[in-house]
């Protein structure tokens, strides 16, 4: 028998594209977000990340997976963690390209957005890298908060040079942070933290305890919550210290994730350990929550380019595939569940952009003090799941009244939890809809979608899981009244565009105000308020932003009568074949 030839009917990989030109969706945020400037830039991101020899560091960078060096041969505590090179590679691409703190070290109009476009391409990529990426752009707002501390390390995270040696931060051209706030017996409940700190009177403090969940333990810096006798504080804690010894933080064992693999997730334990305080002795969760603001907000861009890659690869195999006498992506049936998945990320990446966008608003630009706010993003409940804090209007030149900072803060302030809510939920489901669409190879891990459906989980869970975020969503309606008012403006901006978007706007409008007058009531079906309002969101930016292919589809089976609840489940109206046409 003559053997079967190793191209027989087997669709070529997926490599050596441009990420960012046959985007579709992502290219048209940028522009409508004000990043037409970062076009070119972007474009040769997408085709670093689109690259055979990138699909290969990530490949490699998840078949090894960081190992635990606790001890030398000496028995003496080393407490380091090994990556393979490959992680190194794409970790110093992303920081080089400023994936982590450009929107900080440019802040030009547009640079939030641009920067979340070079977040999610590098994230499409490879995944378990822009947990750092996403901490280290997270911690700017912490971190200069606190003046003293934010002249020092302001520069140092702004950084464009990935540097994986543990020296002091002094001798590196840029470093990375980490967070290390959750413990055993409490999880998201912060302020169940036993850990505490002892105050050294000049700023800083010992402390001593462990953390259930260390994330990137080799970054350069973590923030850490302790506690004091006033209360829950943050601090600011090295790995290394300026005279170049080490600051104890040992690292008892790597966690063994469904995904995320090729970064490392670690238990740690403090010993006297110096940390720098962050904001006042008591506010420790207030000084985070402009970060956890901003790690939400990366939560859901992760989710749209893993989303995006699910699609992209799905499409990609039907287009060269055939079965039963013709390609794939030719066959009714398939074309309905590639388009349906298509729709979901064009929701997605429409509604992550616009948050993003949203953070140029609310954000400094230059002569501006980036430390000093003057608005609440929400009153904070003691969980890492209650987003609050300043992330107000600033001192410089933002080109916006008051008013529309005001407003973009509040819309923010919501408008970020519904989508953490919705759109991280929709991930897995979504990952394991593009994995059936390669049958048996999606299940296999040759293939880039089996990893991408162990990755997308996470987004869900990472800082705020889907209770916590859905009751967020109602904290933020019942003592913050202009957040209400702020997303109710944005939802009504489309009226009469189309009747059954008319007609879940009222629902969405209702909910708002019932889940506002009995917030107690309301909890039993917060989840069923996060969803309304996510969808109503997406439906309207698709309306405003997307072609009419896409956004009438997305609203017909999304929102109309006859929607339902299965992917590939498109009216006959839909136009499946333009809905393609923007995926590549």
């Not at 020296?167 to 169940?192: F, H, N, Y």
């Amino acid at each position: 028998m003559e053997p079967t030839p190793a191209s027989a009917n087997q669709p070529p990989p997926r490599t050596d594209v441009d990420e960012f030109s046959s985007n579709a969706a992502l290219v048209d945020a940028v522009r409508r977000h004000g990043a037409g400037w970062a076009s070119a830039e972007l474009a040769g991101i997408g085709r670093l990340t689109g690259s055979a020899e990138f699909a290969e560091h990530a490949r490699l960078a998840n078949v090894h997976p960081p190992v635990l060096r606790s001890l030398d041969r000496y028995g003496e505590r080393t407490d380091e963690v090994d990556y393979h090179p490959a992680y190194h590679h794409v970790l110093g691409a992303a920081v080089a390209h400023g994936a982590h703190t450009s929107s900080w070290a440019d802040p030009r109009p547009g640079a939030h957005a641009a920067r979340a476009a070079a977040f999610m391409l590098f994230a499409q990529a490879e995944p378990g890298h822009a947990c750092p990426v996403s901490m280290t752009h997270a911690a700017v707002p912490a971190v200069v908060g606190e003046p003293a501390v934010g002249r020092e390390w302001l520069p140092r995270l702004l950084g464009d040079v990935y540097d994986p040696r543990l020296v002091p931060p002094a001798a590196k051209p840029g470093v990375l942070m980490g967070m290390a706030m959750t413990e055993r017996q409490g999880g998201s409940d912060v302020r169940a933290n036993t850990t505490r700190a002892v105050d050294a009177g000049d700023g800083t403090a010992r402390i001593t305890g462990a953390k259930w969940f260390c994330s990137a333990p080799m970054s350069d810096a973590f923030l850490v919550l302790a506690q004091e006798d006033a209360g829950l504080s943050c601090f600011l804690v090295p790995r290394v210290l300026e005279d170049g010894s080490r600051n104890p933080f040992r690292l008892v064992r790597l966690k063994d994730k469904l995904g995320n693999r090729s970064n490392a997730s670690a238990e740690v334990e403090f010993d006297d350990t110096l940390g720098w305080r962050l904001g006042e002795p008591g506010r420790g969760v207030r000084a985070i929550i402009p970060m956890v603001h901003e790690t939400r907000l990366d939560c859901v861009l992760g989710t749209a380019a893993g989303m995006r890659q699910a699609v992209a690869e799905a499409v990609w195999h039907a287009r060269h595939r055939r079965a039963f006498g013709r390609l794939l992506a030719g066959q009714p049936a398939m074309a309905a569940v590639l388009a349906d998945l298509a729709l979901e990320y064009e929701g997605a990446v429409a509604l992550g952009m616009r948050l993003a966008a949203a953070d140029d608003a609310v954000w400094p630009r230059p002569g501006g003090d980036l430390g000093a706010t003057g608005g609440d993003l929400g009153a904070t409940g003691g969980d890492l799941g209650a987003t609050g804090g300043d992330l107000g209007a600033t001192r410089g030149d933002l080109g916006a009244t008051r008013g529309d900072l005001g407003r973009e803060r509040a819309f923010a302030r919501i408008a970020t939890a519904v989508a953490k809510y919705w759109v991280c939920k929709r991930g897995p489901g979504h990952a394991a809809e593009a994995l059936e669409c390669l049958g048996g190879n999606g299940y296999t891990e040759d293939f880039p979608l089996a990893l991408r459906y162990r990755e997308q989980p996470v987004m869900a869970i990472w800082e705020g899981s889907g209770n916590v975020v859905a009751l967020d969503v109602l904290r933020a309606l019942a003592r913050e009244p202009e957040t209400a008012e702020a997303l109710a403006e944005e939802l009504e901006r489309p009226r009469g565009a189309d009747p059954e978007l008319d007609a879940h706007l009222e629902r969405a409008l209702a909910l708002m105000a019932d889940a506002a007058r009995e917030p107690e009531e309301a909890q039993r079906w917060a989840r069923a308020l996060a969803e309304t309002l996510a969808l109503a969101l997406e439906a309207v930016l698709l309306v405003e932003g997307a072609p009419s292919c896409v956004a009438e589809a997305f609203i017909a089976s999304r929102l109309g009568r006859e929607r339902r609840l299965g992917y590939g489940c498109l009216s006959d109206t839909a136009r499946a074949e333009e809905i393609l046409a923007r995926v590549m």
